[in-house]
Every structure is written in C-alpha cells, then in structure tokens.
C-alpha cells in the first residue's frame, strides 16, 4: 500500500506563488509517473500537471503551462507543484496521485493526464487565491 500526504496548500493572494509537496510512504515507492489534479467547488476533478518518476519529463494542462511547475526529489519520495503567478480561478482542493504500473500501451499526454491512470491518491490540500 501506498500513502500520499499533500501539504502546502493555504490562502494566497492572486499574482502570489505556492509551493506544494506531495510525500509517499509505504512499500517500497518506485512509481512510473506522479500526477497533480484539482478540484474547485462545483466542479469536477481536472489535471494540472505530471511528471515521469524516470527522467523527469513533465506534462502541463494549457491553463497552468508557464506558471506551474512539476518537480520529483527522489531521495525523498517527493513531488513537488511550484505555482507561479497564481489566479482566483486556482482555487481548488489539489490532489497529487501516483502510476505504479505503467502504460500498457500509449504513453502520450492523454495518458499522464488521465485520472484512471492513478492507482493511489492522497487526500487534498487546500488552494485559496485571493484577488
């Protein structure tokens, strides 16, 4: 079994920046790829960003390409979210998730930004921008 801790998450004015981390534990971690989603009130869960526990490659959703930033401290079962320039419309519960498996076959965009591609979730972590 694996555990995700998110932290980070807090009230921050809009233009601000925010930095989230997301650790694991648990049986040995050695994940395919990490993956942050978020979820606004009345809304439904959306990607923000991944990246591939093996040389690092990241993916970005269009609405946080430039601003967000997706890191891994290997060391330390870590994976980070550094938010830049942050807007109202960031406001969310922010989940970082993990793929353990892999791909079977496609391993494109679609496939890190596809929730199903997650086996295991941690629990949120509050985003507020303020404007």
């Known amino acids: 079994q694996v555990l995700l801790v998110e932290s980070g998450g807090r009230l921050v004015q809009a233009g601000g920046s925010l930095r989230l981390s997301c650790a694991a534990s648990?049986?040995?971690?050695?994940?395919?790829?990490m993956g942050w989603f978020r979820q606004a009130p009345g809304k439904e869960r959306e990607f923000v960003g991944a990246?591939?526990?093996?040389?690092?490659?990241?993916y970005y959703a269009d609405s946080v390409q430039g601003r967000f930033s997706v890191s891994r401290d290997n060391a330390k079962n870590t994976v980070y979210l550094q938010m830049n320039s942050l807007k109202s419309e960031d406001t969310a519960v922010y989940y970082c998730?993990?793929?353990?498996?892999?791909?079977?076959?496609?391993?494109?965009?679609?496939?890190?930004?596809?929730?199903?591609?997650?086996?295991?979730w941690g629990e949120g972590t509050q985003v507020t921008v303020s404007s």
């Open positions: 998730a993990a793929d353990t498996f892999g791909p079977t076959y496609y391993s494109g965009f679609y496939y890190y930004s596809g929730s199903d591609t997650y086996e295991y």
């Open positions: 648990g049986r040995t971690f050695t994940p395919y790829a």
């Open positions: 990246i591939r526990w093996s040389g690092g490659r990241t």
